[in-house]
């Protein structure tokens, strides 16, 4: 897997994402959250990945943006350790949940956390 995030990985489906919400399961490294669910889609991805931060902990914009681009950048260097051997395609929502910025290292090593229980939740099933 490449250290890209395309356009084809972003999760932008409405109905997707509505269904990941309902029927989705979920892991927790505070301050992340992963919602799952698996899917498929119409090309060989993987996995298809969106970010998000509570509009209600952060106020203005900036502050979000700047967590979302922290928030892809770590995704999109460490999906290829942890997302190369899943069988099944899936949806992802990556959520943070926290109510103070965090620095791109804080992130890094709670992300790869929330990926590694992620992996272990998957391997049980």
Not at 18 to 30: H, I, R
């Amino acid at each position: 897997m490449k250290f890209t995030y395309s356009k084809k990985e972003k999760l932008k489906s409405k109905k997707l994402i509505d269904q990941l919400f309902t029927e989705g399961k979920s892991v927790s490294a505070y301050p992340l959250r992963l919602v799952y669910l698996p899917s498929t889609f119409e090309k060989d991805l993987i996995a298809k990945t969106g970010v998000s931060v509570s509009k209600r902990n952060f106020k203005t914009a900036i502050d979000r943006n700047h967590i979302k681009r922290l928030l892809r950048e770590v995704y999109r260097l460490n999906k290829g350790l942890y997302f190369n051997n899943l069988s099944t395609p899936h949806a992802f929502m990556i959520l943070y949940i926290g109510k103070e910025k965090p620095s791109l290292a804080q992130i890094e090593t709670r992300m790869k956390l929330l990926f590694e229980k992620f992996s272990s939740k998957i391997s049980e099933v």
